[in-house]
């Protein structure tokens, strides 16, 4: 069983996920990282270079080919894939998909003080593109783990939710 992590930039994905480690002894797969390894190059070049849909192929290829190939792993998703049915219930046959959900005015704090990140949209605004997604990942799923400045998440909380995670269906 995986435990696929989503969320948008700068939630604490990969934080959660080295909790997630120190708890289950799953290994840690950013897809994101696997891209701009595989293209020697960092995200918003690579999109750059291919535009949306080809750049959305190269995510959902290399998506597809780590969820069929891994068992026991926790692994960090791109957002792009999951407008893709077929996937989301791939993901759910194959482990539990959980969303790391920051505030928007963390989201924002974060967002504007790394300003070399790729985050596709139909929408401009950045509060239309944090309602956007965050309407997607509750659509996605109901496994959500807060994680705002005052409100961290610790390693006994993660134990808690995951007890409690492995003891319903998706």
Known sequence: MNYYIIGLPFCGKKYISNLLH?????????????????????????????????????????????????????????????????????LKKTGHIIYIKQDYKVFLFRFINNNNYLLLSKYNNLEDIYNEYDLLYNNITTNIINNNIINKPTKKNLQEFLLNLDNKLD
């Open 22 to 90: 120190d708890i289950t002894s799953y290994n840690i797969i950013n897809i994101n990282i696997i891209i701009e390894t595989q293209y020697n190059n960092i995200l918003s070049n690579i999109y750059n270079k291919y535009k949306y849909n080809i750049y959305s192929d190269i995510e959902y290829d290399i998506s597809y080919k780590i969820i069929n190939k891994y068992k026991n792993k926790i692994i960090i998703l791109p957002n792009t894939i999951l407008y893709n049915i077929n996937y989301i219930d791939k």
